[in-house]
């Protein structure tokens, strides 16, 4: 397994985390299997894996599925793949920033022969809400397994009235059923981060709601959670433009506080006060 030989690897290529791309290479075969655990995998199934690296997790996922679409943002690391990985036919590397390409296209190209498609990454802070965004707009994906900073996963599963709700939070179980599943603890790692992960299975799905606009609305969303010390009237009439005691008398019909935050309000409790307001 290359978890076990990830030292030699790296030392056989000269090899070493790039801070620009985020990399932490994993040498823990424990996380691997909660991955492949929780990923619902079989030889029907294609997988994209975002950030494969020197293929630690590719290697298992192409043994438990029917091919891997795997997008490496670092040229370097193409061809230590392709050594590395060279006993899998199932896998096709794309040497491209996953935020870059067309992703509707490649699944069209590569997943037409398979029955669902399972995404497997391993995200950098900075670019995690981007991905993230990108991965929830294509239809085709039903469910996400993601490894991301722990600060990061609790707020992506945070609730109404904690300090980790926030805009992204309300995104997610507007879009999706997520849950942190396992911690991934920093010496999972090397080099070994300053912080601890999380593993997070995201499950996308339709909800109720009946939003006729949803652009509209996931910019009401971050609107409300634009200045948190702010109350809810306060943020919204001033990106609007709506008029204070117009939106008291709004609020206060809803039955709520004039002075209720953002923070206070359900998924379900938003997409009311916006349907109200703009609907």
């Not at 020197?54 to 670092?74: F, H, P, Q, R, W």
């Not at 926030?166 to 603890?185: D, G, P, Q």
């Not at 998924?267 to 609907?279: A, M, T, W």
């Amino acid at each position: 397994m290359i978890v076990n030989r990830t030292k030699d690897i790296l030392s056989k290529y000269n090899l070493y985390a790039k801070k620009k791309y985020g990399q932490n290479f994993l040498i823990n075969p424990q996380v691997l299997n909660k991955i492949i655990d929780n990923s619902t995998l079989n030889k029907e199934k294609g997988v994209i894996e975002i950030g494969p690296g020197i293929g630690t997790l590719t290697e298992m996922l192409a043994l438990n599925s029917k091919k891997v679409l795997c997008y490496e943002i670092d040229k370097d690391l193409i061809e230590v793949l392709k050594e590395t990985l060279s006993e899998h036919k199932n896998i096709i590397l794309i040497n491209n920033d996953f935020l870059k390409v067309d992703l509707q296209e490649d699944i069209k190209k590569y997943f037409s022969d398979c029955s669902d498609i399972v995404v497997v990454a391993n995200l950098p802070y900075y670019i995690t809400t981007p991905i993230i965004f990108k991965l929830l707009q294509e239809e085709s994906i039903k469910k996400i397994i993601i490894m991301v900073q722990k600060e990061v996963g609790l707020r992506l599963t945070g609730k109404p009235n904690t300090k980790d709700y926030n805009a992204l939070s309300v995104l997610m179980a507007y879009k999706t059923k997520s849950r942190i599943f396992a911690n991934v603890s920093r010496n999972s790692f090397l080099p070994a981060p300053n912080v601890d992960s999380v593993l997070l299975d995201i499950e996308v799905v339709k909800n109720d709601y009946k939003v006729n606009n949803e652009d509209n609305f996931l910019e009401f969303v971050q609107v409300t959670f634009m200045q948190r010390r702010k109350t809810l009237i306060n943020n919204i009439s001033a990106y609007y433009s709506i008029e204070k005691e117009d939106l008291m008398k709004l609020i206060e019909s809803l039955g709520y506080d004039k002075d209720i935050r953002a923070e206070s309000l359900t998924v379900e409790e938003i997409v009311n006060l916006y349907k109200r307001l703009f609907e």
